[in-house]
Nanobody, 124 residues
């Protein structure tokens, strides 16, 4: 059973940083590729970043490349999203997701499990 719980969201000024965490209470975390997605009000959910089972392969949306970093700690069953140089347009609910295969994916329908989301608000 996969249970994803996000944390670390909040309110930050433009140019600031946040680190999101997503913990999995299940026992197969190290077998899964993980992803982060976000959804702003009135917009569709969009891909942010993904990481494979080992952490050796990552992929980012162009809008966050160079500013966000995805990482994972399999010993802690946790995936992270470090967000630097935040912009008001990064404001959204951020979701982590797990897919029960090893390799990365950048589309939502490839993911099998989702967390409840955490709000990130960037003020100008």
């Amino acid at each position: 059973q996969v249970q994803l719980v996000e944390s670390g969201g909040g309110l930050v000024q433009a140019g600031g940083s946040l680190r999101l965490s997503c913990a999995d209470a299940g026992r197969a975390f190290s077998s899964y590729a993980m992803g982060w997605f976000r959804q702003a009000p009135g917009k569709e959910r969009e891909f942010v970043a993904t990481i494979n089972w080992s952490g050796g392969s990552t992929y980012y949306a162009d809008s966050v490349k160079g500013r966000f970093t995805i990482s994972r700690d399999n010993a802690k069953n946790t995936v992270y999203l470090r967000m630097n140089s935040l912009k008001p347009e990064d404001t959204a609910v951020y979701y982590c997701a797990a897919r029960t295969v090893w390799e990365i994916a950048a589309v939502a329908y490839e993911y099998d499990y989702w967390g409840q989301g955490t709000q990130v608000t960037v003020s100008s």
